[in-house]
C-alpha cells in the first residue's frame, strides 16, 4: 500500500469514528483534530485504530489510544491529556508536547518514581524515548 492509500484509508477510519474529528495534510504530516461535540469536548478517542506514521495530534482536549505500538513521528500537541492503556512499543521519535500529562499502561507519568524533581516529566519522557527505551521491536 503506498503512503496516499494508507493516509487515504486514515483519514476515513478517523472520520467514520465521529463528525466532530478531521484531519488534514501538512508537509507530510496528518493533522488530528476535533471540533467541539455536543457536549463542548474536543477530545479524540481513537479506540484500537491503528495509526500510520507521521501523525499530529493538535486538538484542544485529550487523545486516548488503544494501541500497542506508536509508530515513527507521531506527535501529541494537544492541550490535554494523552492515555496509552495498552502501548508496549513508542518509536524514538515519538515527541509529547502536551499541556496535560501522559498516562501509561497503569499510570500517569508524572508519578513515576523515576522522575527528577526540577524536570518536567514529560521532557524527561521524550529523552527515554529518544533513546529507545520503549523501542521493544
Partial sequence: MTREEIEKEF??????????YYTEGKGGKIIVSAFPDEDGSCDIDLRELEIPSDVIFENEGDVTLRIEEIPENVEFVNEGDVYLYYVKNIHPSVKFNNEGEVFLKGDWFCFWKGNIEG???KRLLNKMISIGLFDRR
Fill in 119 to 121: 524536570i518536567d516529566s
Fill in 11 to 20: 483519514w476515513n477510519e478517523v472520520r467514520e469514528l465521529r463528525d466532530t
